[in-house]
């Protein structure tokens, strides 16, 4: 079903179903040999939202050979590609700390269990901010596996696109200390002028020396989302002959939309921006066939001025 404004979800469905997805990916980079990332959390989340496709993919029952052989969106470059962006959001926040930044906001967090699994420095606050739903599933089934956050995590239940700033203030937030933001695996599922907003948004209420990390997905012709779609929909068909039916192509919006990099520099952010292949080999992982790269995300750190 394609977006509609207001639209909500669980992690079985809609864009809640890609929360799922990528957590699944990070259980099976975790379990590799030489893996990148640590994730103990993500295969049991997994099991607890209880989507059989990618319970079986945790579990190894599923191979990549049932999956097909796009050179993009195969299911073991998939993991990998996981793996590298979880590996750069983990790095952006040991530096952050390193500068002596305590307060952290994750967007849109979903399976995401950074509060729990990162090693973070005594006094840490570290805000979640996803739809109630998502944050009341992820919050009991870590408890329920006796997970204990390693920081001061405090969710904000609010959807994006409600005044989610209000909610993050009264849960104790503080604009006029220092932050360090990310938006992982965000900015595909906003329409570009939500996109600006929400950075405007965060430099309005990010003190100097605030620190900022996000994947940033381009513009793309008219002719490039038609390939986007095709490729989509050769997903779609391969992962529904195993049970499990979602059209990616509805969930995210394509099209043209503001550089990222661009517009935190017009909002007064010193950036650095990395490509998807510079990310892979900087982990050791296999790049991609740059000729049949379209529309794959850079990768972001900002520091407020």
């Given at each position: ?68 052989d796009d050179p993009q969106m195969n ?46 420095p005594a006094g840490t606050v570290v ?134 990099d661009t517009h935190l520099v017009e ?39």
């Open positions: 079903m394609a977006r509609t404004d207001g639209d909500t979800w669980d992690l079985a469905s809609s864009v809640g179903a890609t929360a799922t997805m990528v957590a699944a990916a990070r259980a099976m980079a975790s379990s590799g040999p030489a893996p990148v990332i640590d994730d103990p959390y993500a295969a049991p989340l997994v099991r607890a939202v209880g989507v059989d496709f990618f319970t079986k993919l945790v579990d190894g029952e599923i191979t990549e050979s049932e999956l097909g299911i073991a470059r998939f993991a990998n590609g996981m793996a590298a962006r979880t590996r750069f959001f983990d790095d952006f926040y040991a530096d952050a700390v390193g500068a002596g930044v305590r307060q952290a906001v994750i967007l849109a967090a979903g399976l995401d269990a950074r509060a729990y699994r990162l090693d973070w805000f979640e901010v996803d739809q109630p739903e998502v944050i009341e599933f992820k919050t009991r089934t870590l408890a329920d596996l006796g997970a204990k956050p390693t920081a001061d995590r405090r969710t904000v239940a609010v959807d994006l696109r409600d005044d989610w700033v209000a909610a993050l203030r009264s849960a104790g937030f503080d604009p006029s200390a220092p932050t360090a933001w990310i938006a992982e695996g965000l900015f595909g599922y906003l329409p570009p002028e939500a996109q600006d907003r929400l950075l405007e948004v965060i430099t309005e209420h990010s003190a100097p020396g605030s620190r900022l990390a996000a994947e940033a997905v381009p513009g793309i012709s008219e002719e490039q989302q038609e390939q986007a779609r095709e490729r989509m929909q050769a997903v779609r068909d391969q992962w529904s002959d195993h049970g499990f039916d979602l059209d990616f192509s509805e969930l995210v919006y394509l099209g043209d939309r503001t550089d990222a909002l007064g952010w010193q950036t650095s921006a990395m490509t998807t292949n510079a990310l892979l080999e900087r982990y050791g992982l296999p790049v991609l066939d740059e000729q049949a790269q379209f529309g794959h995300p850079s990768y972001i750190t900002a520091i407020k001025q």
